[in-house]
């Protein structure tokens, strides 16, 4: 996640028109009422239809969705200590009776003056962790407590099959850099406090896991080195995709800790052995490399593997994962990866051109339905967009404080409602309305469907290689922005 400017609370009430009354309010009344046309979304135009502004001046939806600010930097968690700040990654999971469980990372570092407060934390001199909150069927906050504490910058993360959270570390200092397991129904055990050593010390992103296989994928966002805007091979920095394979595939807590294998992608070129192809020579294919789980950034270096600039969000759904590059591609204004394990196919889905389509993609999910969603952090108002498997890409929610960045996109488990964090100052927003039933057989087809035509990646020049190599548009565009020589 990027540094942007953190606003006081003072300041966001000035920018709001809103008196500290007036956000007490908010929880109960939500903003933004209406009617939205449902049928247009469902028909493959794309989207809910324009955005409405928000009278309160903090989040623009459709017509017909409202909001409910749920959680409030700075308020009282159950027990009376304060809400910690730095929201950013989370997940939603079923509670008890008809309720829901998020659990909330917070991205903090001592000198950004909050902390979470817990009774069995990881390092007792550092600030971050994650937090839980149960809601209510009336979206409505029941309790909110500390799940986990002790660890450093904990930026995103993911959730599990078995339910319970990954919560990573964005930071590579003594002791920090890693992945820990929070339990959302046993918070503060042990197991929260425990760092999974083998799935790598570095810059850790989020993760997401196949739930066929149980292997780990994580994105690092590693700031070293520079970007060249002007020439994209003179750049210096560098972000590897990594995964981890356990070696106790059960698929339940603790798991993950009896120790596993860390790879990172890597393309490679291969001769073919069948003389009677149409053009017999070289062909690509995605391969993981070993990398040694102490420094495995700097072993991915050494060993060639794929180069990325800064890896933000992942998910994993119907046997594909997303991923994007907040900072990747010729403009710098981000990029959405796809990868299918089964076939070990990698393509570059998005690349954005202009800002207005696409800025600085985040944090990513797959709706219900089947759509695509990114939340972006770049500057201005940054929005929540979704993509559907017609090839249509629409805009969400606008977030009109504009020095924060949206984070912790997550749908609820019966799929009626959806939670996302603005960052700083923090609030949690619970957003409710038409939105689509859940459909299983639209998210197989996002998993496979091709990007619309005012953003598919430019795959001009690739005809050639395409035919050659027997690979995709998407595959071969992919390649060559990793500079794979495909002439």
């Not at 069948?274 to 053009?279: C, Q, T």
Request: aromatic share 10%.
């Amino acid at each position: 996640m990027s540094e942007k400017g953190k606003i006081s609370r003072r300041h966001f009430l000035k920018m709001t028109g809103v008196s500290a009354a007036g956000l007490v309010i908010a929880n109960s009344l939500p903003m933004g009422l209406g009617a939205a046309n449902a049928q247009t979304h469902s028909s493959g135009s794309g989207g809910y239809g324009k955005l409405v502004p928000d009278p309160g001046g903090v989040l623009d939806l459709p017509e017909g969705f409202q909001y409910r600010i749920i959680s409030e930097e700075g308020k009282k968690l159950s027990n009376g200590a304060p809400i910690p700040g730095d929201f950013d990654g989370m997940a939603a999971f079923p509670g008890p009776g008809d309720t829901t469980v998020l659990v909330r990372n917070h991205e903090l570092r001592p000198e950004d003056g909050s902390a979470v407060f817990g009774k069995n934390p990881y390092d007792r001199l550092e600030p971050g962790g994650t937090t839980g909150i149960v809601v209510g069927s009336d979206r409505k906050k029941i309790r909110e407590f500390v799940t986990s504490s002790g660890t450093r910058n904990n930026c995103a993360g993911g959730a599990t099959p078995w339910g319970t959270w990954l919560t990573c570390e964005e930071d590579r200092t003594e002791g920090h850099g890693y992945v820990f397991e929070v339990m959302p129904d046993d918070p503060e055990n042990d197991l929260s406090k425990t760092p999974i050593r083998e799935m790598g010390f570095f810059s850790h992103e989020a993760a997401a896991i196949d739930p066929a296989t149980g292997i780990t994928y994580l994105t690092e966002d590693d700031f070293r080195g520079t970007i060249d805007p002007e020439d994209p091979l003179n750049d210096t920095r560098s972000s590897f995709l990594y995964r981890y394979i356990p070696n106790d595939r059960s698929m339940k807590p603790g798991a993950l800790q009896k120790g596993g294998k860390l790879q990172a992608l890597a393309i490679e070129e291969k001769v073919s052995p069948d003389a009677d192809l149409f053009n017999p020579g070289q062909r690509f294919g995605v391969i993981w490399k070993d990398v040694n789980s102490e420094e495995p950034h700097d072993d991915a270096l050494k060993k060639g593997c794929v180069r990325f600039n800064r890896l933000e969000g992942a998910f994993f759904a119907a046997g594909a994962f997303w991923f994007d590059d907040t900072a990747g591609g010729e403009k710098r204004l981000g990029q959405i990866y796809r990868y299918i394990p089964a076939t070990e196919t990698l393509e570059l889905f998005y690349e954005a051109t202009e800002a207005k389509k696409m800025e600085s993609p985040d944090n990513i999910c797959m709706s219900p339905w089947g759509d695509l969603w990114f939340v972006e952090d770049g500057d201005g108002e940054d929005r929540i967009m979704g993509i559907t498997p017609e090839g249509e890409i629409y805009p969400f929610a606008r977030n009109r404080l504009n020095d924060s960045e949206l984070c912790g996109p997550t749908f609820s488990p019966d799929g009626r409602t959806f939670f996302v964090n603005i960052q700083s100052p923090g609030l949690t927003f619970a957003i409710w309305g038409p939105f689509q039933q859940k459909n299983p057989v639209r998210r197989r087809q996002m998993a496979h469907a091709a990007p619309g035509e005012t953003f598919a990646p430019n795959t001009k020049g690739l005809e050639e290689a395409v035919e050659r190599y027997g690979l995709s548009p998407l595959e071969a565009a992919a390649y060559r922005r990793h500079n794979v020589p495909l002439g």
